[in-house]
């Protein structure tokens, strides 16, 4: 059992590249979940999918876009990248009760230049 | 809205003092409340919950905290602490019906030996 996997562990882009960062889950979990962890704002909502085939807006969605493939896999786009997205991303999923526990991935590193 | 403070950005102890760390939330139904650490470089893991009944909540590691209602408040503590505790605490609060936690900034603890 996995758990909630993240690819890449490490990225860095120049200011306007995209890329899409991976996640997946084995927990047959219905939620998941896309933040940011930023020093001193702790982790800030990016957007959330309650379902495969919907998702969400979170409270700092501008700039991303997502994906969610299938029940395992929430991918998150960055379209043109920015300096100010350099973070640390983290997936997350959750199960069946609202609200649950959610279930972290080790999270992406990303630094734009 | 709920929100979530955690006052204290930065807590040093010694190993085998006690240890509390703050939380206060706002939101106007009963909340449900969540403790998560973040070791240097990893994801979150969950160390406790309370979504109802006995207010003293035991979690992993050794670690308690308590729902006073009253105060808006639910304190981490642990009666000693051990060398490998030092990490990032996260408090997350969530409401019924929905998937979404709010996290505070996080308190990040030191152990001197």
């Known amino acids: 059992n996995a758990g909630v996997t993240q690819t890449p562990k490490f990225q860095v882009l120049k200011t306007g590249q995209s890329m899409t960062l991976q996640c997946a889950q084995d927990m047959n979990h219905n939620s998941m979940y896309w933040y940011r962890q930023d020093p001193g704002m702790g982790l800030r909502l990016i957007y959330y999918s309650a379902s495969e085939g919907t998702t969400d807006k979170g409270e700092v969605p501008n700039g991303y876009n997502v994906s969610r493939l299938n029940k395992r896999e929430f991918s998150l786009r960055l379209e043109s990248a920015a300096p100010s997205q350099t973070s640390v991303y983290f997936c997350a999923s959750s199960g069946l009760t609202s609200p649950d526990t959610q279930y972290f991935g080790p999270g992406t590193r990303l630094t734009v230049l | 809205a709920q929100s979530v403070t955690q006052p204290d950005i930065h807590i040093t102890v010694s190993e085998g003092a006690s240890l509390e760390l703050r939380c206060n939330y706002s939101y106007g139904a009963t909340p449900y409340l969540f403790w998560y650490v973040q070791s240097p470089g990893q994801g979150l893991q969950l160390l406790l919950k309370y979504f109802s009944g006995d207010t003293l909540v035991q979690g992993i590691k050794g670690f308690e905290a308590e729902f006073k209602r009253s105060q808006s408040s639910f304190n981490l503590r642990k009666p000693s602490v051990h060398w490998s505790d030092a990490a990032e605490y996260f408090c997350?609060?969530?409401?019924?019906?929905?998937?979404?936690?709010?996290f505070g900034t996080g308190t990040r603890l030191q152990v001197f030996p």
């Open positions: 997350a609060v969530g409401a019924r019906d929905t998937d979404k936690l709010i």
